[in-house]
């Protein structure tokens, strides 16, 4: 779940800035802001402080915001009907599926969420909502001939010793299992875990880059991997083993074999608002502000990551390299509803050992 520290550039993060910096020069004055609320992330700080200095300028509610890194759930569940928390951000299905299921959250009820969140990426009742995609995409090495790809694929035996991926235990993977359980079902998904196995050039493991990496290295010619690190990469500093290893790839948006729409598997990150918010009002503000056009930007420009609000500009790197998102209709919450499953299917295939 690394992230890497976000880029601030462009329009949009300049004006977020600059509103920001105004905010900041008007609360050094002793007077205070009239309104707040608390915000716990697991977020890195770089990204989520100027979204946050935006907020504030434009609606004057300060926001407290607790960087937590690990046992979310478990600090707020321990703080109980006291918690100052009102928003939960973390990232990926499983972990906003584990705020839900823990009993932190509440429903909620917004018109401008709902317009600006696709269905399937938030919670039937308003407990978790997303706030921006990373699509599970192939990482390839350049020379192969291939435009389309089924992540089925990856099973086939003309793969064989071509294959580099991370640990199937890892959330990326456990997520994108799931949703070949949701698709496909249980006996599929353990075939195609077999197979992918099969296929392995090296023991599955190391992070999503070291896919780009062993491509570089001639050790694999294929893998899955997010697509931000595409970003990330291919924007480091021309002569970086980071730079090499993300101009050694091309990238194919991968589809399901059976499901109609052709969509491509994306995890998240998102938010809920909090059981015991103290300030559920603002909390929801902030939601609603967080899918704006000038924030949905700014998760595009900052992490490279796909806006979940239709219309906002991808970063030039990632229109260019993996392009406009076909996101598959699954609901977020359907493919959950496989994660514990999908886990357990990881292990009795013996896929990390
Ligand atoms: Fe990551």
């Not at 493919?335 to 896929?351: E, W």
Request: aromatic share 6%; hydrophobic share 45%.
């Amino acid at each position: 779940m690394t992230e890497q520290r976000p880029r601030v550039r462009g329009r949009a993060a300049r004006a977020l800035l600059g509103a920001g910096a105004a905010w900041l020069a008007a609360t050094a004055l002793p007077a205070q802001a009239a309104e707040e609320l608390t915000l716990y992330t697991t977020r890195e700080p770089a990204l989520i402080q100027p979204l946050i200095a935006a907020f504030s300028a434009q609606s004057n509610i300060k926001v407290n915001t607790v960087f937590v890194k690990d046992g979310l759930l478990e600090r707020v569940k321990a703080e109980g009907a006291r918690s100052p928390a009102d928003v939960l951000m973390t990232v990926d299905i499983g972990n906003l599926m584990d705020l839900v299921d823990g009993g932190v959250t509440q429903p909620v009820k917004s018109a401008a969420l709902e317009s600006a969140i696709p269905a399937n990426l938030r919670g039937a009742d308003g407990q978790w909502f997303s706030l921006s995609m990373r699509a599970r995409v192939l990482y390839a090495d350049k020379s192969l001939p291939l435009t389309s790809f089924r992540y089925e694929d990856l099973a086939n035996p003309k793969y064989k010793g071509k294959v580099c991926i991370r640990a199937g235990q890892h959330p990326y993977n456990t997520a994108l299992v799931a949703a070949l359980i949701a698709h496909d079902g249980e006996a599929k998904a353990e075939q195609w875990l077999r197979g992918v196995k099969a296929n392995l050039a090296r023991k599955a493991t190391g992070g999503d880059r070291d896919v780009a990496r062993d491509i570089l290295g001639g050790i694999c010619d294929v893998g899955l991997a997010n697509s931000y690190y595409v970003g990330q990469m291919k924007s480091a500093k021309e002569g970086t083993d980071a730079r090499k290893w993300g101009d050694a790839i091309k990238v194919v948006r991968p589809t399901f074999a059976n499901a109609k729409s052709g969509g491509t598997h994306v995890n998240i990150s998102g938010a809920a608002v909090a059981k015991n918010a103290p300030q559920r009002a603002n909390a929801v503000k902030l939601l609603e502000f967080l899918v704006s056009e000038p924030a949905q930007a700014l998760y595009a420009q900052a992490n490279y990551e796909y806006p979940v609000r239709k219309g906002v500009a991808l970063d030039p790197i990632i229109g260019q390299t993996i392009g406009e998102l076909k996101v598959d209709p699954l609901p977020l919450t359907e493919i959950a509803k496989y994660r514990k499953q999908a886990s357990a299917l990881v292990d009795k295939v013996g896929f990390d050992q």
